[in-house]
């Protein structure tokens, strides 16, 4: 039994919490509602010289060449300071299909981009119809000679906006083929037959519906293999709900920090509310959600570092993250009572958060019927 | 922390399961009790197995070899819960009382000739300590005990009631906590004793608890007279050693290994048995069920890990020990109702019935579940010691 982080990935965290809190205070988040970036370019381009957009990618294309655990001390701090921006959708999203499926030339040409800030990325997936099913993917791509023709509507498209390159799966094969046929494609969003439409979110993250309307595009811009993306999907799906756990994770570890400094303060009855027992409850049920998720957590992220199959893992850290950071966040807010729900206030950005980061690669029931198959159910 | 185990921590773990395969007694099997110490024959298994493991230096694994046990990590002694846990063996609450409790207690505050009296044949399985803590007016405040401890010449001189005193009929020492000072503020009068259950005066009658077993006694005290090297520690000093000692007690770290198991046994039933035209493992509600409790039991089980993790680094759980303890004790509630929700109908079918399920596991479980979130201090106390020694809030 070893500790949870190296020496080195102490300085990481460490480093990585002093810039966060210098350079993204919560106002940042704010502003992000009457903002159509999304974020702000020199916390972009600063987080790209701390080399924090590389730190997964292999150091021959210009990344630290760091693991997963090194990703998840990011995210958790990222999530602590509501950091917004495409970081998620570019680095473990984009990047992580790239490393994982993609020729040495998109390789070569996309990893680099990555690491310097240059390059954003997003990954499309779900549907009107479809949330993280991949047999019910209907967007299609049909061969015409050397080329393929991509017809469909997905939805909940982070940063389509920004993006250099959307990756799109899209259904090549049959669609009564079950476990197959699905295929990813590099995608310039800029191509007069996409048409992109914002979409108002609950933490005014920027996601979008994307429609493909006979959308022409290259057999190079594939990655991977025609029909053989399931495999990639699957990995991808336990590598992202991991990545946005650590992500969550900092965020109600905040709140949870928030809230027991408050109940130390606050007095009423002429005795901090923290002397009583209904408020010490509600304190020692956050604690125990967030040490949970904390281990349930790295314990996935550990597997994810070093290469091992991780889906009971990484479906267990979601589920209970998902609906950890629920209840942690709304008790928070129990806690602070009325002075939580005013808009100056951060617990409501946290609320937030919890909410869309549940949604995200699925919310618990999503993982449930995962781990009961990993059951043998 | 990172968990993975050694090779020689993996072979240990097999060691422990090919014994455990071999040896347990095919009778205790038969009589699948949940009490070990109801009746003479469940407890003569119980300490017939006791002494085998003993005999193995197995019962004390983690202590020096000078008191009997090997030495061993407390990593081997988790592989070792784990392993006792998932395999129902006839050993009970006694060895975690007397091994794991009231002996390290001993050897942390105890006279060199007191750890040589009783950590030996504990380490062996001879003897037994039962808990005199609770009375019938000190439960969950059980520093207003008032059983009292009075210094006379040579010896003290012990005088009170305890309850819920298990095994009681059993044990051949009481773990006493008694009032040693009744004029000193109320924790700082409070000494602890090991008491010889045959000394004269004290007499036990039990208490036949809800599962209709008779585990429980109530302990009467009439005068009954011990001699002064029986006080362990410092005098009045007792409340400490016994906040110490209940420490030992919220960290029982092998019991997710159970609950896998159970669950386990759930999902098998599942995959086996139709209700209403469709196999229970077909019913999404199921499902959801069973995953949650293999996620709820997950959790637990890296909550017990830390306890271990610590403990290997040389730390003393606190705060964290009852995190497991109220956390464990709340899916034991959930497992078993969980349980009885999914065996339909068969779950109201006790031992020996036709068409019980399991022999009866679930439901006599879900008849002594509650118990769990009461002894040890309840889960209100624990949140309590979370809130106040975990978080630094206030008191006042």
Redesign the interface.
């Known amino acids: 039994?070893?500790?949870?982080f190296t020496k080195e990935q102490n300085i990481l965290k460490a480093s990585a919490r002093d810039f966060l809190k210098k350079e993204c205070p919560t106002e940042i988040m704010r502003d992000m509602r009457h903002n159509e970036k999304g974020y702000p370019d020199s916390l972009w381009n600063q987080m790209a010289s701390l080399g924090w957009l590389g730190i997964v990618i292999p150091e021959q294309y210009d990344g630290l060449g760091g693991n997963f655990i090194d990703l998840a001390i990011l995210l958790e701090s990222m999530g602590e300071f509501c950091c917004p921006g495409p970081f998620f959708s570019t680095v473990v999203l984009g990047g992580q299909t790239i490393i994982k499926a993609g020729t040495e030339q998109q390789k070569m040409e996309i990893l680099p981009k990555i690491s310097s800030g240059e390059m954003i990325l997003t990954l499309a997936v779900n549907e009107y119809e479809s949330w993280w099913d991949f047999d019910s993917i209907a967007v299609s791509a049909k061969a015409e000679g050397k080329e393929f023709i991509l017809n469909g509507s997905k939805l909940f498209v982070e940063n389509a906006h920004i993006a250099d390159y959307i990756i799109c799966v899209a259904r090549t094969g049959d669609k009564n083929e079950l476990g197959k046929g699905l295929t990813l494609f590099l995608v310039d969003p800029q191509n007069p037959n996409i048409k992109s439409t914002k979409l108002e979110t609950l933490s005014w993250d920027k996601q979008y519906e994307v429609i493909f309307d006979n959308v022409c595009v290259s057999a190079d811009s594939i990655i991977g293999e025609v029909g053989e993306a399931n495999d990639i999907l699957n990995h991808l799906l336990d590598y992202a709900a991991v990545a946005k756990s650590a992500e969550m994770l900092g965020g109600i570890q905040k709140a949870f920090k928030m809230s027991?400094a408050y109940?130390?303060e606050r007095k009423q009855f002429d005795?901090?509310i923290?002397?009583f027992?209904a408020?010490?409850?509600h304190?020692?049920?956050m604690?125990?959600d967030v040490?949970?998720a904390r281990?349930?957590i790295?314990?996935a992220a550990?597997k994810l570092a070093a290469g091992e199959p991780a889906g009971m893992e990484s479906a267990?850290a979601k589920?209970?993250v998902s609906d950890a950071s629920y209840r942690v966040t709304r008790l928070g807010h129990q806690i602070h009572s009325a002075i939580s729900f005013t808009d100056e206030h951060d617990m409501h950005l946290y609320y937030r958060n919890a909410k869309t980061g549940e949604i995200a690669f699925g919310n618990s029931?999503y993982h449930?019927?995962r781990?009961?198959q990993h059951?043998?159910? | 922390m990172d968990l993975k185990f050694t090779k020689e921590q993996i072979e240990f773990r097999k060691e422990v399961r090919d014994f455990l395969e071999k040896e347990i007694p095919p009778r205790w099997k038969e009589l699948g009790y949940i009490a070990w110490e109801e009746t003479d024959e469940s407890w003569a298994i119980t300490r017939g197995w006791n002494k085998k493991l003993g005999k193995k230096g197995w019962l004390a694994l983690t202590w020096p070899k000078e008191f009997g046990g090997l030495g061993r990590s407390h990593v081997d002694q988790l592989i070792l819960d784990e392993e006792l846990s998932a395999a129902n063996t006839p050993t009970g609450i006694e060895t975690n009382v007397t091994i794991a409790w009231v002996c390290p207690t001993i050897r942390l505050f105890g006279t060199e000739e007191q750890k040589q009296k009783y950590l030996p044949p504990a380490a062996r399985g001879e003897i037994n300590f039962c808990l005199g803590y609770s009375e019938p007016n000190a439960g969950s405040d059980l520093a207003s005990l008032q059983t009292a401890a009075i210094e006379d010449g040579d010896g003290f001189i012990i005088n009170g009631q305890k309850v819920w005193t298990s095994y009681a009929h059993r044990a051949e020492y009481c773990w006493l906590a008694a009032r040693s000072d009744p004029d000193a503020p109320k924790h700082k009068g409070i000494s602890m004793f090991v008491v010889d259950m045959k000394t004269p005066g004290i007499s036990v009658r039990p208490l036949i608890n809800a599962a209709g077993f008779h585990s429980f006694n109530e302990v009467f005290f009439d005068n009954v007279r011990i001699p002064k090297e029986n006080l362990v520690g410092e005098k009045n000093r007792g409340w400490y050693q016994l906040a110490v000692a209940l420490d030992f007690e919220r960290s029982n770290v092998g019991r997710p290994a159970e609950f896998k198991k159970v669950i386990a046994q759930l999902v098998t039933y599942c995959k086996e048995t139709k209700r209403n035209g469709r196999l229970l493992s077909d019913d999404p509600t199921i499902r959801k069920k069973l995953a949650k409790l293999a996620l709820d039991t997950e959790i637990l089980r890296l909550l017990c890990y830390r306890i271990t993790w610590m403990q290997t680094h040389g730390e003393k759980p606190n705060y964290e020990a009852s995190i497991t303890k109220v956390f464990s004790s709340e899916l034991i509630d959930r497992l078993y109702n969980t349980g009885m929700e999914i065996l339909g109908p068969h779950a109201q079918l006790d031992r020996g019935s036709k068409w019980a399920v399991f022999n009866g596991l679930i439901t006599r479980s879900f008849i002594v579940a509650p118990s769990m979130a009461m002894g040890g201090g309840t889960s209100e106390v624990q949140r309590n010691i979370i809130a106040l020694r975990g978080l630094g809030l206030p008191s006042k």
């Open positions: 039994m070893d500790k949870e027991v109940a130390k005795k901090p923290g002397s027992q408020i010490q409850h304190c020692a049920n604690l125990i040490d949970g281990f349930i790295y314990q550990r267990m589920a209970w029931d449930l019927e781990i009961a059951l043998g159910m």
